[in-house]
């Protein structure tokens, strides 16, 4: 449960990732932890705290994404909200739908297989 207030900020592919507050400050140390001497780091960092906003449900159950936000997820009429583990994702409906082929399935396991998840 998000609660009525949250994170809201750049994702990958696209997406704006959601954060509940405990989730938020958990990933943000572990962003903070990076080295600030690493190149990658710093873009990583950058990436997902430059564009981070705190937003709060308002009395209609309706948040207000900021239009940098917006802009970066395409976001103009109808969106996608999908709840992948601790976070929720938004998406436009444009880019969830192209997001959402899973034809590589089989590729995409093999890879997570590498990184120590098997099914």
């Keep these: 449960m998000l609660g009525d207030d949250f994170v809201v900020t ?3 592919d696209g997406c704006l990732f959601v954060y509940d507050n405990t989730e938020w400050a958990a990933f943000e140390e572990k962003l903070k932890a990076l080295p600030i001497t690493n190149k990658d780091a710093r873009q990583f960092v950058r990436f997902f705290l430059a564009g ?3 937003v709060e449900v ?3 159950g309706r ?3 900021p239009g940098v936000l917006r802009e970066f997820a395409g976001l103009q009429k109808d969106v996608v909200l999908i709840g992948v583990a601790s976070r929720v994702e938004i998406w436009s409906k444009e880019r969830w739908e192209g997001a959402a082929s899973y034809e590589d ?3 995409i396991a093999e890879h ?3 990184l120590g998840l098997g099914i």
Excluded: T
């Design 105 to 107: 399935m089989e590729q």
């Design 63 to 65: 948040i207000l994404v």
């Design 10 to 12: 750049k994702g990958l």
């Design 58 to 60: 308002d009395k209609q």
């Design 52 to 54: 981070a906003a705190a």
């Design 112 to 114: 997570m297989a590498e």
